[in-house]
């Protein structure tokens, strides 16, 4: 079964500071790979995905992943942190459990907060 | 750009009485989903929902609740009895086929139960 771990539930950072939010997955077959955000009292946003070819993926808003194989990592990355990124950020994977579910399973999340 | 809209955007309702939450998914998504997220935790998978029928649900989804598409548009999450602990934020998301499996989410509905 797949799982994803996200270290670190609160992440405080000083704007103009380099972002970085673990995750962690595990999969018995190649895994697709999700970030997304959710600013408060607001829905699920996708960030970025990896699913197969370049393993550093590009998202909205500056962030950018790494799917690294041999570390089971996907972490999140942004060079330089806006008050405007404060918010709760879920890794996620989908779940080959078969079938027509293809659903994603959550990580705890991270909750960024960003100081002036 | 299309999106997936809910309704209501908050509910409170009596302990043991009916809700239903109301989705409507993107039009072209073939698989819909219900997950939950209880203040401060995880977002948790409820159900799926493929070709008129579940194809998938977690130990959550109990008796008390049900799933259903009644009109070809609206997809729609029952609790028969509510219960305290079934305060949540609700999200309702879709995906078309084939892809690479992103789904799309609603903004949620929060249920508070008193």
């Known amino acids: 079964a797949q799982s994803v771990t996200q270290l670190g539930s609160h992440v405080s950072v000083s704007e103009g500071a380099l972002v970085l939010l673990r995750c962690n997955y595990s999969?018995?077959?190649?895994?697709?790979l999700f970030w997304y955000v959710q600013y408060p009292n607001q829905g699920l946003q996708l960030l970025l995905k990896?699913?197969?070819?370049?393993?550093l993926v590009k998202g909205i808003n500056g962030f950018e992943a790494e799917f690294k194989k041999s570390e089971t990592s996907f972490h999140l990355t942004k060079p330089s942190a806006h008050m405007s990124d404060a918010a709760e950020y879920f890794c996620?994977?989908?779940?080959?459990?078969?079938?027509?579910?293809?659903?994603?399973?959550f990580g705890t999340g991270t909750l960024l907060a960003v100081q002036p | 750009e299309p999106e997936v809209t809910q309704t209501p955007s908050h509910q409170v309702t009596q302990m043991g009485q009916e809700v239903i939450l109301r989705c409507v998914p993107i039009?072209?998504?073939?698989?819909f989903y219900w997950y939950r997220q209880i203040l401060g935790q995880k977002v948790e998978f409820l159900v799926s929902f493929y070709n008129n029928e579940i194809s998938e649900k977690s130990e959550i989804f109990d008796d008390q609740f049900s799933v259903e598409r009644p009109d070809g548009s609206n997809f729609t999450l029952k609790i028969r009895s509510t219960k305290l602990e079934d305060s949540a934020m609700y999200f309702c998301?879709?995906?078309?086929?084939?892809?690479?499996?992103?789904?799309?989410f609603g903004e949620g509905s929060r249920l508070t139960v008193l």
């Open positions: 999969s018995s077959v190649p895994p697709y």
């Open positions: 998301a879709s995906r078309r086929t084939g892809g690479t499996g992103e789904l799309f």
């Open positions: 039009s072209n998504h073939l698989y």
């Open positions: 996620a994977v989908i779940s080959s459990s078969g079938g027509a579910t293809n659903k994603l399973i």
């Open positions: 990896y699913t197969t070819g370049a393993t």
